[in-house]
């Protein structure tokens, strides 16, 4: 397992973090099955495990501490605060308020003294950044996080934060974390660039887009299709054009010699401006299926081939970056005066 460094954080990462999203009562609630499960990749060189305090309602983030007892030294954490943990207003977000919180939770779960990559889950429209990062810095100056990211942030929230570092003297995001995959590729417009312009490292998740690049016959077969039955919905014309997208593509593979996933995965590390990909293995044979991906390296000629399939920049379904729509497309009022 190759390693590569995180933007400027100085911390090495393996090219493939574990996701640990599955783990808990939404995938595997075995508890000691998620914790061998987490073993075994380490054994396997993974060294990034990557989690969030509302997987499962934080059971995820116990699983993961459970895990590393006896390990904790050799393995970087990341986990992610913002998004809804209660039905209290004031449990989300990046209020210094609730970052306070929210850090002391995590840490209680996953039984560790520090976390190495603190990460914003999603933008906070309702909370100045300075004031997030201004709370972030002091958690690094205590001792409780080594580094601090964002997730799903675009390309001028990025620059935003950035500057508001500079101008306060605070601790910048050392990482971005976008959806990104062959048949999401949005991202290569002006996130990656963005990213690669201010020495971030970006660690992106679903790179199987849910199940489309599994290889399975029926998309709609994954584990995750409950929560979005839209996402598979054949008659939504951006599922027709992943259906005709994700057959030339396994045709693809197959020329190449190579499972799907493995094409998939190995087309996301291919950008320059990739740290590492999550994958989100939900039992032993999917990880063991997956980690044989970390020795593919796509040829030139396949590369150009998946861009005459997936044009860069393009996303097939812009529904699949719905957690990306700023508050400005949701709320009329933000449009429009309203008499």
Do not use: C
């Not at 970052?99 to 039984?111: F, G």
């Amino acid at each position: 397992m190759k390693g590569r460094i995180l933007g400027a954080s100085g911390i090495s990462v393996s090219e493939i973090t574990l996701g640990a999203m599955m783990f808990g009562a939404v995938g595997n609630d075995d508890h000691d099955d998620s914790i061998a499960i987490i073993r075994t990749a380490l054994d396997a060189g993974v060294n990034l495990i990557d989690t969030a305090d509302v997987y499962s309602g934080g059971e995820s983030e116990v699983i993961v501490g459970k895990a590393l007892r006896g390990r904790r030294d050799d393995v970087v954490i990341a986990t992610k605060f913002g998004l809804p943990t209660g039905d209290d207003a004031n449990q989300r977000g990046a209020s210094p308020r609730w970052i306070r919180r929210a850090v002391e939770n995590s840490l209680r779960r996953l039984d560790t003294e520090w976390i190495d990559l603190y990460q914003l889950h999603r933008p906070d429209h309702a909370t100045g950044i300075d004031e997030t990062l201004a709370t972030l810095s002091d958690l690094v100056r205590e001792g409780k996080v080594r580094a601090v990211g964002s997730s799903t942030f675009p390309a001028e929230l990025i620059v935003e934060a950035q500057w508001a570092a500079e101008r306060g003297g605070h601790r910048r995001f050392v990482s971005e974390q976008p959806l990104y995959s062959v048949l999401t590729r949005s991202i290569e417009r002006a996130v990656l660039p963005t990213a690669r312009r201010h020495g971030m490292g970006v660690i992106s998740y679903s790179p199987l887009n849910a199940g489309w690049l599994s290889g399975r016959s029926d998309p709609a077969g994954s584990h995750r299709a409950g929560s979005r039955p839209s996402m598979y919905d054949p008659a939504v014309p951006g599922n027709q054009a992943k259906a005709e997208a994700v057959r030339q593509l396994t045709l693809l593979a197959t020329e190449a010699g190579i499972p799907l996933p493995h094409l998939a995965l190995a087309f996301v590390l291919a950008h320059p401006a990739l740290t590492s990909v999550i994958i989100g293995p939900r039992t032993h044979d999917q990880l063991t299926s997956l980690l044989g991906a970390a020795d593919v390296i796509l040829a030139p000629d396949v590369l150009d081939r998946i861009d005459e399939i997936v044009a860069p920049g393009t996303d097939l379904n812009p529904d699949d970056n719905y957690n990306a729509t700023p508050p400005d497309l949701l709320d009329a009022a933000l449009r429009r005066h309203l008499n």
